[in-house]
């Protein structure tokens, strides 16, 4: 591919741009404002932002919010649910889970109303063998009256349909010949998957995003191709790939968490250049932060991810978890004095005080701007209405001054963010100490060094460009396609060369999709993996495996291995059980040079400040601040300073030291 490469993400403060050219490696950026609701507005300014001639670009992937937002926020298509006679309550059953830990009291709404979810006489059992033959006759008059009803979309979704799909695919022909659109989703096929309530709100999702989704990006592609845009539109998935436009309303569910997936990617892509494939990755928005761990440079891929209460998507995604913490989070007391940050935010629009756009709640960044880690000059008089916000919302009611309230609420920030980093890491039997931090997002390189600190993470990996690292991401990713195919029997008693079709034929189909699409490829490789348990255990192991394959033997000792490592215990008297395989295939795409992200023509021969200004750490000191796109390629920087560029400002404690690599990322070595 010679032509230009645009990578577009869109978050939920602001819509990032890259555009790569590969023949030279010239780059260009932009950061502007998300539109809401309607988000192609900011991805159309963001392209006219960067002066970027649509009609000269080869490729664009977008990476959006579109189905994530429409999911947390419930905004979604009327959609209706057919499952078998007497299963009527699934998605509202769920597991023998509640929202809150403690009290009598929690709130709960199914993603598909009852009046919607009807049932008709059938049954599989779990051998995949007809208990009860399909009522056809009933099937047809529940499809109707959800016609009748209003609904665009319907979710077929039958008992033990991964074992025999014989009936939800005979229901899905019947709903065919009386539905408006093609708005059906057939539960088995996009997730083989024993357990039903998983199965049935990932399907349910899937139904209820898909009108949305293809509107969205229809109306994208119209308008890019409108101003010259001629080849195929790409849109990030969950699992770190990516799909054409006008594939990816099929599968709409599948992009649930495409935005986070992106900057993983770019994580992956970053660390690999600078030789860290360790990582935990911080990616610090203006409205949430999203945290995920990278070990040996691959990146965390599950199909077990709960986006919310009662919301398992069982599809491979990638594996970020999200605390409502962002530079828009809104920091206020409670009715018992306590101070609180997010997970409310002031978003883009009005923003926190400092933006001077409306917004009259202290948020994070109005704390950052009062400590001096932003630029006071910059804001103008919307400074001091921080300020003055500060003083009256959270000094004044904790008897504390300006400064140290700020810096309450900076630590309190620090500690939701550090918890979540410790989730997807101490938890999952990994040791911080093994890990740099990958800081990015607009705001994560503000606190990365005091969240290292906190962590006892020894060094802090920030990229070039650390705002637009997300649109980075779309651009690096590779195409993916992920298969999961559930078997659940014990491991003694399973046949392996059932093990190995299965395998086999995941690979094959990923390997056709992938030759279907019109990208220049280096190669096509497939990873392939188990989830397994020790039998009358719930939860799952993800077992690599070094081939399609495996022999029983094997199996068992790398499932033992993963236990142990995980749990430090060995159970060796009980049954292992194989629950699903797994197969992702990989279309890797030619590597980019990410050198110049930061123009090598900007850069000074020394590295002299640019300023300097009073910032606080545990009291005011006197800080340089330095300007990143003029440091030479080898610095040699100690703490305290600040380093601001066109997307994000990176603050360095006392006592840390800056180093630089080849692409210009900043290695910044934590003192304890």
């Given at each position: 591919?010679?032509?230009?490469?645009?990578?577009?993400?869109?978050?939920?403060t602001?819509?990032?741009?890259?555009?790569?050219?590969?023949?030279s490696g010239?780059?260009?950026?932009a950061k502007?404002?998300?539109?809401?609701?309607?988000?192609?507005?900011?991805?159309?300014?963001?392209?006219?932002?960067?002066?970027?001639?649509?009609?000269?670009?080869?490729?664009?992937?977008?990476g959006?919010?579109?189905?994530?937002?429409?999911?947390?926020?419930?905004?979604?298509a009327?959609?209706?649910?057919?499952?078998?006679?007497?299963?009527?309550?699934?998605?509202?059953?769920g597991?023998?889970?509640?929202?809150?830990?403690?009290?009598?009291?929690?709130?709960?709404t199914?993603?598909?109303?009852?009046?919607?979810?009807?049932?008709?006489?059938?049954?599989?059992?779990?051998?995949?063998?007809?208990?009860?033959?399909?009522?056809?006759?009933?099937?047809?008059?529940?499809?109707?009256?959800?016609?009748?009803?209003?609904?665009?979309?319907i979710?077929?979704?039958?008992?033990?349909?991964?074992?025999?799909?014989?009936?939800?695919?005979?229901?899905?022909?019947?709903?065919?010949?009386?539905w408006p659109n093609?708005?059906?989703?057939l539960?088995?096929?996009?997730?083989?998957?024993?357990?039903?309530?998983?199965?049935?709100?990932?399907?349910?999702?899937?139904?209820?995003?898909?009108?949305?989704?293809?509107?969205?990006?229809?109306?994208?592609?119209d308008?890019?191709?409108?101003?010259?845009?001629?080849?195929?539109?790409?849109?990030?998935?969950?699992?770190?790939?990516?799909?054409?436009a006008?594939?990816?309303?099929?599968?709409?569910v599948k992009?649930?968490?495409?935005?986070?997936?992106?900057?993983?990617m770019?994580?992956?892509?970053?660390?690999?250049?600078?030789?860290?494939?360790?990582?935990?990755?911080?990616?610090?928005g203006?409205?949430?932060?999203?945290?995920a761990?990278?070990?040996?440079?691959?990146?965390?891929?599950?199909?077990?991810?709960e986006?919310?209460?009662a919301?398992?998507?069982h599809?491979?995604?990638?594996?970020?978890?999200?605390?409502?913490?962002g530079?828009?989070?809104?920091?206020?007391?409670?009715?018992?004095?306590?101070?609180?940050?997010?997970?409310?935010?002031?978003?883009?629009?009005?923003?926190?005080?400092?933006?001077?756009?409306?917004?009259?709640?202290?948020?994070i960044?109005?704390?950052?701007?009062?400590?001096?880690?932003?630029?006071?000059?910059?804001?103008?008089?919307?400074?001091?209405?921080?300020?003055?916000?500060?003083?009256?919302?959270?000094?004044?009611?904790?008897?504390?001054s300006?400064?140290?309230?700020?810096?309450?609420?900076?630590?309190?920030?620090?500690?939701?963010?550090?918890?979540a980093?410790?989730m997807?890491?101490?938890?999952?039997?990994?040791?911080?100490?093994?890990?740099?931090?990958?800081?990015?997002?607009?705001a994560?390189?503000?606190?990365?060094?005091?969240?290292?600190?906190?962590?006892?993470?020894?060094?802090?990996?920030?990229?070039?460009?650390?705002g637009?690292?997300?649109?980075?991401?779309?651009?690096?990713?590779d195409?993916?396609?992920?298969f999961?195919?559930?078997?659940?029997?014990?491991?003694?008693?399973?046949?392996m060369?059932?093990?190995?079709?299965?395998?086999?034929?995941?690979?094959?189909e990923?390997?056709?999709?992938?030759?279907?699409?019109?990208?220049?490829?280096?190669?096509?490789?497939?990873?392939?993996?188990?989830?397994?348990?020790?039998?009358?255990q719930?939860?799952?192991?993800?077992?690599?495996?070094?081939?399609?394959?495996?022999?029983r033997?094997?199996?068992?000792s790398?499932?033992?291995a993963?236990?142990?490592?995980?749990?430090?215990?060995?159970?060796?008297?009980?049954?292992?059980?194989?629950?699903?395989?797994?197969?992702?295939?990989?279309?890797?795409?030619p590597?980019?040079?990410?050198?110049?992200?930061i123009?090598?023509?900007?850069?000074?021969?020394?590295?002299?400040?640019?300023?300097?200004?009073?910032?606080?750490?545990?009291?005011?000191?006197d800080?340089?601040?330095y300007?990143?796109?003029?440091l030479p390629?080898?610095?040699?920087l100690?703490?305290?300073?600040?380093?601001?560029?066109?997307?994000?400002?990176v603050?360095?404690?006392?006592?840390?030291?800056?180093?630089?690599?080849?692409?210009?990322?900043?290695?910044?070595?934590?003192?304890?």
């Open positions: 591919m010679t032509g230009l490469v645009a990578g577009v993400d869109v978050g939920g602001f819509t990032d741009l890259v555009v790569f050219d590969p023949a010239a780059v260009r950026l502007v404002p998300t539109t809401l609701p309607n988000q192609s507005g900011g991805v159309l300014a963001a392209f006219e932002a960067a002066g970027a001639n649509l009609s000269g670009i080869d490729l664009i992937v977008h959006t919010t579109t189905t994530t937002n429409a999911v947390l926020e419930r905004q979604l009327k959609t209706g649910f057919v499952t078998t006679l007497g299963f009527r309550d699934v998605l509202e059953l597991r023998r889970t509640r929202p809150q830990a403690y009290g009598m009291h929690g709130a709960f199914p993603i598909i109303p009852r009046d919607l979810r009807l049932e008709v006489p059938e049954r599989m059992d779990a051998r995949g063998r007809v208990v009860t033959p399909l009522d056809e006759g009933a099937l047809r008059a529940a499809v109707q009256r959800l016609r009748e009803a209003g609904c665009e979309a979710v077929i979704h039958l008992l033990h349909a991964y074992a025999n799909p014989a009936h939800e695919l005979r229901a899905g022909e019947i709903a065919a010949e009386n093609d708005y059906i989703t539960g088995h096929k996009l997730l083989s998957e024993s357990r039903e309530y998983e199965r049935g709100v990932t399907a349910a999702v899937n139904a209820s995003v898909q009108p949305l989704l293809e509107r969205y990006v229809a109306r994208l592609a308008q890019l191709a409108a101003r010259g845009y001629a080849r195929d539109l790409l849109v990030m998935n969950g699992n770190g790939g990516m799909v054409a006008k594939d990816v309303a099929k599968e709409a992009t649930v968490m495409s935005g986070p997936a992106s900057g993983v770019a994580a992956v892509a970053t660390g690999r250049r600078a030789g860290i494939t360790n990582l935990l990755t911080y990616d610090m203006g409205t949430s932060t999203d945290v761990m990278i070990r040996g440079g691959v990146a965390p891929v599950s199909n077990e991810i986006v919310e209460y919301m398992p998507i599809v491979p995604m990638v594996d970020v978890r999200t605390v409502g913490a530079g828009g989070s809104i920091a206020r007391i409670d009715a018992g004095g306590m101070l609180r940050v997010g997970p409310e935010s002031a978003g883009s629009d009005p923003g926190p005080v400092c933006y001077g756009r409306g917004g009259t709640r202290v948020t960044s109005d704390a950052n701007l009062i400590l001096g880690r932003l630029p006071a000059s910059r804001f103008g008089q919307a400074a001091e209405a921080a300020y003055a916000a500060m003083r009256e919302q959270i000094a004044v009611p904790l008897v504390l300006v400064e140290a309230a700020a810096e309450a609420v900076i630590r309190i920030a620090n500690t939701h963010m550090a918890g980093i410790r997807v890491s101490i938890s999952m039997g990994a040791d911080p100490r093994d890990f740099a931090l990958f800081a990015f997002g607009g994560g390189p503000l606190h990365a060094v005091a969240l290292a600190k906190e962590l006892n993470v020894p060094k802090v990996l920030i990229p070039a460009r650390p637009i690292t997300n649109a980075l991401g779309c651009v690096v990713a195409l993916r396609h992920d999961v195919r559930t078997l659940n029997r014990p491991l003694d008693s399973v046949d060369a059932e093990v190995h079709g299965v395998l086999a034929a995941q690979e094959a990923g390997r056709r999709l992938i030759g279907l699409e019109k990208i220049a490829l280096t190669s096509i490789r497939a990873e392939y993996s188990a989830d397994m348990q020790f039998v009358g719930t939860h799952l192991l993800r077992v690599t495996l070094p081939s399609a394959l495996p022999d033997e094997d199996l068992q790398r499932f033992e993963a236990y142990h490592a995980r749990f430090r215990v060995d159970l060796p008297t009980i049954r292992a059980n194989l629950v699903n395989l797994n197969v992702s295939v990989i279309g890797e795409r590597a980019l040079d990410l050198s110049r992200l123009d090598p023509e900007g850069r000074k021969e020394g590295a002299e400040p640019s300023a300097t200004r009073r910032v606080w750490f545990d009291g005011w000191r800080t340089p601040v300007w990143r796109d003029h390629l080898r610095i040699g100690q703490g305290p300073a600040v380093i601001e560029q066109m997307d994000t400002t603050v360095v404690d006392p006592g840390a030291r800056v180093t630089s690599d080849a692409d210009g990322n900043l290695i910044i070595e934590v003192n304890k």
